[in-house]
Structure formats: C-alpha cells, structure tokens
C-alpha cells in the first residue's frame, strides 16, 4: 500500500512538472514573436510580462498566509526565498531574454538545458544529494541528444554576427536559472510550494521593475495591443501557471528529477518554432530529440524507483 502510494505521488509529481515545462517551452516563442511583430527591447517585454503576472503571485502569497495553522517564516529563510527570486529568477529571465534578440528559439532552449547538469552537480556535490543510476543513465540520453541537436542548430545560426553574444547570454541564464531551481528544491519544503513560488516571483518582479525604473522611460513605452496580448500569454501561460506546476512538482519528486524531466522542453520549443517562427528542423535534430524524450520517458517508466 504505502508503494503504491508513493508510486502515485511520483506521477502525479511527474505530469505536474512535464505540463510545467511544456508550458515554460511556449516562452521562447512569445518573446521571438513579440521582438519580431512590435520591436520591443528585453527589458520593456520583461517588465510588462512580470507587471501582467504580479497579480496572481500577491493573490497566491494573501490566500497562503490567510491558511490556518501556516508556518511562520524565520529572517533567514525568507533572506533566501529573495535572493532566489532576485538573483536567480530575475537574472535568468533577463540574461534569456536579451539572448532571445540574437539566437533561434530552438538553440536557446538547447543552451539553456545545460542548467539540469548544473544543478544536478549543485545538489551532488555541495549538499551531498544521491543521484540514482537511472538519474545518470537520464540524464547520458538527454544531453546525448541534446549535444546532437545543437551542433546542428549550430552549423545554421553561426553566421548571425551577434550570435557568440546571445548565446553567452543564454550560457548565463542557464547557469543562474540552475541555482533558482536548486534553492527551490531545498526550500520549497520548508515554505509549502504557492507561499516559495509566490514570494520569490515577487521578489524577482521587485528586481525587474527596478532594473526598468533605471535605464528605461514608461511614457516610452507603446502600449499596442499586439504588445499587450504577448506579454499577458507570457505571464498567464508562460510564467504563471508553469511556475506553480513546477514548484509543486518539485515539493513531491525532488529537483533532480524535475531537472531531468524539463528535458522535453528544448524538444517542444523546436517543433513550435517550426510551426509557429518558421525555423529549419534538420534531420540532426530528430535524432537528437528521439534520445531526449528516451531520456523523459524513463524518468517516467518504473517510477518508484526514483522516489526520494
């Protein structure tokens, strides 16, 4: 009885974090999109996709704190839930989208897969977590895949003369992205998954808006209607919905699994880029993105395995 119920809690941990990847997969998308169709700079689209979801994130915290028996917070647990909105959150979002303006969606989600690697060895090595043989045979698949599909993206987008610059910046986010996912893992638990998500969205949003308040004007800002619609799907669909997902996965199956999980989210970006920007799937790709579902798809398989 009690495997199968933590076979049960696996899964439903499994599909809250595979919906919230195939969600924050969309971003890339919207961002290119809304560059292309309005002219907007990083910064502006990032302030407005955090000012549409501000709403939900102090919603979220009031109904967290108004639950009965919730646990006070201490200064230090609350110092870190900050710092991993601050620096964490704000920064990947705002290295990602400034390398969104120079390389393809489909190579930004591939770079920025390097951040399971990164916060799997966080986890290993500073805080001593296990890694399970499957997790290692996962994560093989995934970046195998991975390292196939991006030499390929590599060959097509090298010519673009700012091209090391964005893809830096993605390097970034990845890099600063895997440290918001290893303190969400570590304190997730103590502060209960919509009171975290909330309060460090919060802090990240407070980090955006002040980044905006010194280098950009608000009157400057053309508030057209396309513009509007792409940073509201950012903030609802994009950064919202995913973001409680992903968090309440994390609660129930860990984040070295949620890290290895995400990795069908480079796989979605590049058939939505195909689709919905026009970029090229090469026949690389294919069979890069056969070994990363391989690699999901046994997270998935026998799950009570991986139970922490």
């Known amino acids: 009885?009690?495997?199968?119920?933590?076979?049960?809690?696996?899964?439903?941990?499994?599909?809250?974090?595979?919906?919230?990847?195939?969600?924050?997969?969309?971003?890339?998308?919207?961002?290119?999109?809304?560059?292309?169709?309005?002219?907007?700079?990083?910064?502006?689209?990032?302030?407005?996709?955090?000012?549409?979801?501000?709403?939900?994130?102090?919603?979220?915290?009031?109904?967290?704190?108004?639950?009965?028996?919730?646990?006070?917070?201490?200064?230090?647990?609350?110092?870190?839930?900050?710092?991993?909105?601050?620096?964490?959150?704000?920064?990947?979002?705002?290295?990602?989208?400034?390398?969104?303006?120079?390389?393809?969606?489909?190579?930004?989600?591939?770079?920025?897969?390097?951040?399971?690697?990164?916060?799997?060895?966080?986890?290993?090595?500073?805080?001593?977590?296990?890694?399970?043989?499957?997790?290692?045979?996962?994560?093989?698949?995934?970046?195998?895949?991975?390292?196939?599909?991006?030499?390929?993206?590599?060959?097509?987008?090298?010519?673009?003369p700012q091209f090391i610059y964005g893809a830096f910046m993605i390097f970034l986010c990845a890099i600063t992205y895997s440290f918001y996912l290893v303190g969400t893992g570590k304190l997730v638990h103590k502060a209960g998954a919509t009171r975290y998500t909330a309060y460090a969205m919060i802090a990240a949003t407070v980090g955006i808006f002040t980044h905006f308040l010194f280098t950009k004007n608000v009157a400057d800002i053309s508030f057209t209607p396309t513009l509007t619609w792409y940073a509201i799907a950012l903030a609802i669909i994009a950064t919202v919905i995913p973001s409680f997902l992903m968090s309440n996965g994390m609660k129930k199956i860990g984040s070295n699994n949620v890290s290895i999980i995400t990795g069908i989210g480079p796989v979605s970006t590049i058939i939505q880029a195909h689709f919905l920007l026009g970029e090229k799937i090469l026949f690389m790709q294919v069979i890069g993105t056969a070994f990363v579902i391989l690699g999901v798809v046994l997270i998935g398989w026998k799950s009570k395995e991986l139970v922490n």
Not at 116 to 125: C, K, M, S, W
Not at 134 to 159: H, P, W
């Open 1 to 160: 009885m009690t495997e199968n119920k933590h076979a049960n809690h696996f899964v439903a941990g499994f599909l809250l974090s595979l919906t919230g990847a195939l969600l924050f997969s969309t971003k890339a998308i919207f961002v290119k999109l809304a560059f292309k169709e309005t002219g907007v700079d990083a910064i502006t689209l990032l302030s407005l996709r955090m000012l549409f979801a501000l709403p939900f994130y102090l919603i979220a915290a009031w109904f967290a704190l108004r639950k009965e028996n919730v646990q006070q917070l201490n200064k230090t647990t609350l110092a870190w839930i900050f710092a991993m909105g601050i620096f964490g959150y704000y920064l990947s979002s705002l290295f990602d989208f400034i390398g969104l303006q120079y390389v393809s969606a489909g190579l930004e989600r591939l770079i920025l897969f390097l951040y399971p690697t990164f916060a799997v060895l966080i986890n290993t090595y500073i805080f001593k977590a296990s890694l399970s043989k499957k997790q290692i045979v996962a994560l093989m698949l995934t970046y195998f895949g991975i390292g196939i599909a991006y030499f390929a993206e590599l060959k097509m987008d090298s010519d673009n």
